[in-house]
């Protein structure tokens, strides 16, 4: 069946240090993928997607590339700030299950000033 | 809306009481989805409807569950007879379109509680 896998956290980085969360799926045809984030005391929103192979999504200097030969959708960030720390989920969606997002289990990042 | 809407944001049940969740779309919204999700999990998918009907519901974990949606507009969610393990945060989403390349709005749920 449809499933993500997440890098586990924590993650803890210093401020300006780069970031990669690591995120692998397994779905049956072409999938949307998106990565949502959970600020602290906020509801899940959407940080960015992408709805085809080789697709670059892009936010807030956020970026992952959709690539179907590994099945991966890695999230980077050259550089983090403090108010990235957040939990950060990579999730899929299929056509034939109109929307319906399968998630990872999240990851906590914390920068540190 | 300016958003999600659920009710409560918590709740704290006694085990075997009857609880409902409430979830308001952002209006003009299609499809409220209901997650399930555990501490330290990602959100699980429960049940999702289109206007009034309920499309899918193969997500609920037992039949102790289950969502209506009688007025097209805000839908709830029920959990009879509740259990420790129906501990969890309750999330709805809305989206525009029922597309798979769509955002979905989440609200910022109803964190239950079963003691």
């Known amino acids: 069946g449809d499933s993500v896998t997440q890098m586990e956290g924590p993650v803890t980085l210093s401020e300006e240090a780069f970031l990669t969360i690591n995120c692998t799926y397994t779905a049956t045809g072409y999938p949307s993928l998106f990565w949502y984030v959970q600020y602290p005391g906020e509801g899940l929103q959407l940080l960015l997607k992408?709805?085809?192979?080789?697709d670059k999504g892009s936010n807030k200097g956020f970026e992952a590339t959709y690539r179907k030969e590994t099945t991966s959708f890695h999230l980077e960030k050259g550089s983090v700030q403090v108010s990235d720390s957040a939990v950060y989920f990579c999730?899929?969606?299929?056509?034939?299950?109109?929307?319906?997002?399968?998630f990872g289990r999240g990851t906590q990042l914390t920068v540190w000033p | 809306g300016a958003g999600v809407s659920q009710s409560p944001r918590y709740k704290v049940a006694k085990r075997g009481q009857d609880v409902a969740l409430r979830c308001d779309p952002i209006?003009?919204?299609?499809?409220p989805f209901w997650y399930q999700q555990a501490l330290g999990q990602g959100p699980e998918f429960l049940t999702y409807?289109?206007?009034?009907?309920?499309?899918?519901k193969s997500g609920l974990p037992s039949d102790r569950f289950f969502a209506e949606r009688p007025e097209g507009s805000v839908s709830t969610l029920k959990i009879q007879r509740t259990q420790q393990e129906d501990s969890a945060v309750y999330l709805c989403?809305?989206?525009?379109?029922?597309?798979?390349?769509?955002?979905?709005?989440f609200g910022q749920g109803t964190r239950l509680t079963v003691v």
């Open positions: 209006s003009g919204h299609v499809s």
């Open positions: 999730a899929l969606s299929r056509g034939s299950t109109l929307g319906r997002l399968y």
């Open positions: 989403a809305s989206s525009l379109a029922e597309q798979p390349s769509t955002e979905a709005f």
């Open positions: 409807f289109q206007n009034e009907a309920q499309l899918d």
């Open positions: 992408a709805t085809k192979a080789d």
